[in-house]
């Protein structure tokens, strides 16, 4: 059944109308810094020139941190226009060195494939079993066959909701559970986030491999 909260078939609308009513400096998941994404994406060993996918990018800084870091190839994938256009404009001229695309992650079918799969807060809006189906079916067929997943979700001691939507929250079991038997879980590791407003929020990132690889 669906979630009534859930944007039904387009998230577009929601996530636009809230990128366009503050400034993503503002939101309760904004990071001055994303450690934990860098830290994991660094740790992969991934190639600088392989090409690396932040799935629900948003307004995020992780792009420009692995432009300075000298990584290549990088695609933002983000449902809402508004998103990457402050992404765009904060970046200058350095954006025109990143693929930006507009789609939902649920039917994103971009005929490439990428070495490393980055998410950060937005699988853990999934809350209906056909999304996560899709979600994992779009990773699937996007993922190089020895690619790597990193993932950042609310832990379970963190929030159930964010933005206005009810948002799941994991550990490494669910997590493995879940992305079983295609994926594997190689590391997690529990962080705590600070909101624009102080408030502490527990995510958990989780490093991953295909179970085969
Ligand atoms: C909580 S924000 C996180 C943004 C960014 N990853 C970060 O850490 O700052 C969730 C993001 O996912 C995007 N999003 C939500 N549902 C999506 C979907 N089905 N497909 C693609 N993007 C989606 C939203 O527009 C928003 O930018």
């Not at 190689?186 to 990132?205: K, N, Y």
Request: hydrophobic share 35%; net charge negative; with cysteine.
């Amino acid at each position: 059944m669906q979630n009534p909260e859930t944007p039904e078939s387009d998230p577009r609308s929601h996530w636009d109308a809230i990128y366009s009513a503050a400034e993503p400096s503002r939101l309760s998941w904004h990071q001055q810094f994303p450690l934990e994404s860098l830290e994991l994406i660094e740790a992969s060993c991934v190639d600088a020139e392989s090409p690396i996918i932040d799935v629900g990018g948003g307004a995020s800084s992780l792009a420009d941190c692995l432009l300075h870091r000298g990584y290549g190839r990088i695609t933002v994938l983000d449902c809402s226009a508004a998103a990457l256009d402050h992404a765009r404009r904060r970046l200058g001229p350095m954006a025109e060195e990143i693929r930006w695309r507009v789609g939902d992650v649920r039917s994103f079918r971009p005929g490439e494939k990428y070495m490393l799969w980055h998410d950060r807060a937005v699988f853990h809006f999934m809350v209906d079993a056909s999304d996560r189906r899709k979600y994992l079916d779009t990773l699937d067929d996007c993922l190089e066959a020895d690619g790597h997943v990193v993932l950042g979700t609310f832990a379970l001691c963190g929030p159930s909701r964010c933005s206005g939507l009810e948002a799941m929250r994991y550990d490494e079991p669910l997590i493995s559970e879940l992305f079983a038997p295609r994926f594997r879980v190689v590391s997690t590791m529990l962080s705590r986030h600070e909101t624009p407003s102080g408030q502490p929020q527990d995510f958990m990132f989780f490093y991953m491999k295909r179970a085969s690889g």
